[in-house]
Nanobody, 119 residues
Framework: QVQLRESGGGSVQAGGSMRLSCVAS?????IGWFRQAPAREREAVAV???????EYGHFVEGRFTISKDSVRNTVDLQMNALRPEDTAMYYC????????????????WGQGTQVTVSS
């Protein structure tokens, strides 16, 4: 059983920055951040794969950085140059297999943290 707890989030103006953090406990293979806006499907933002590779959603365009600290068991998402279209509920997700950016394979989810970017 994997437990995930997110922190961070809130409101920021367009062009601003925000850092999300996820504390993970339990065994997993891949872990990352995902988001879901109202009436839209959940999508992968950034993940750390089984081999430690970092993968990003196409919309990130170099603005976000995911990092994993295996000692602290945390996965952080640093978001810069935020846009109004980044507004969504952000979730930390973990999977028992290396599903990479395929959110449908992720079994474990945190409760989510809201990110709101105003123009």
């Amino acid at each position: 059983q994997v437990q995930l707890r997110e922190s961070g989030g809130g409101s920021v103006q367009a062009g601003g920055s925000m850092r999300l953090s996820c504390v993970a406990s339990g065994p997993y293979v891949s872990i990352g951040w995902f988001r879901q806006a109202p009436a839209r499907e959940r999508e992968a933002v950034a993940v750390v794969t089984k081999n430690g590779n970092l993968e990003y959603g196409h919309f990130v365009e170099g603005r976000f950085t995911i990092s994993k600290d295996s000692v602290r068991n945390t996965v952080d998402l640093q978001m810069n140059a935020l846009r109004p279209e980044d507004t969504a509920m952000y979730y930390c997700g973990a999977a028992e297999w290396d599903y990479r950016l395929n959110f449908r394979g992720y079994k474990y989810w945190g409760q989510g943290t809201q990110v709101t970017v105003s123009s």
